[in-house]
């Protein structure tokens, strides 16, 4: 749970910066536990979300995962039926799949978009070439994890670490801006930290102490 909560947090986190604030379609490829975090984050810091679209390879799963999390937000979740139908018009896509080959292609996207990508290589090297600005959670944990498009992009030459807007931090810090304008398209990517799962644990452990829950094992 704290692992689920954690990497979806960090997406709510990269929305809350580098998404429009009039954001109101809110695209979503894949439909498993990561889903429902990142959907949950994004809405959170996004309140202004109005229609979530969620494509998954599962149709039966897809159709399940959308009236579950239109209970969940009160807002209407809609399955569609391919990837494209979840991603064109939107101004949040997100994609949490385990796919091994891009599925994300440089056409659907459009000026002012925000994609953060979850999983592995999800989206077309083209997708992160062309978008304004490139933001990773940690530059040296999406090298070593040697798969998530920017990796990609590194390893066939066309992308170096000079080209990198930011990470995360220094974007939250205020060392870097995010968003800058409402044309840009940004592209995020994370892996996740270690860092962050002892930080949200620590957190919930002294809020749990604090009450007087949990049990000593």
């Known amino acids: 749970v704290i692992s ?8 709510g986190v990269a929305a809350k910066y580098l998404s429009r604030e009039d954001s109101t379609r809110l695209g979503m ?6 889903a429902r975090t990142q959907i949950r984050a994004v809405c959170h810091v996004r309140p202004s979300i109005q229609e979530v679209l969620v494509f998954d390879l599962n149709p039966e799963r897809c159709r399940a995962f ?9 807002i209407p979740v809609r399955p569609v039926a391919s990837a494209k139908e979840a991603a064109e018009g939107v101004d ?5 799949t385990t796919t091994a080959a891009p599925i994300v292609k440089e056409e659907w996207m459009r000026p002012g978009m925000l994609y953060a990508q979850v999983g592995g290589y999800e989206a077309e090297i ?4 062309n978008s304004d600005k490139v933001v990773l959670d940690d530059w040296t944990e999406v090298m070593h994890r040697g798969l998530a498009t920017p990796y990609q992009a590194v390893a066939a030459g066309r992308f170096s670490r ?20 409402a044309t ?6 994370a892996v996740g930290m270690g860092i962050e799962d002892v930080a949200f644990a620590t957190d919930i452990l002294r809020n749990a102490q604090s009450r007087g829950l949990g049990q000593r094992i």
């Open 66 to 74: 959308a009236a579950e999390m239109e209970r969940v937000l009160g």
């Open 92 to 96: 949040i896509l997100i994609t949490a």
């Open 29 to 34: 490829i894949g439909a498993g536990v990561q």
């Open 162 to 181: 000079e080209q990198l807007h930011a990470e995360l931090g220094e974007i939250v810090n205020g060392t870097k801006p995010g968003r800058e304008s």
């Open 184 to 189: 840009e398209r940004i592209f995020f990517n």
């Open 4 to 11: 689920a909560m954690r990497t979806g947090a960090v997406t």
């Open 126 to 129: 083209e997708v992160l070439l």
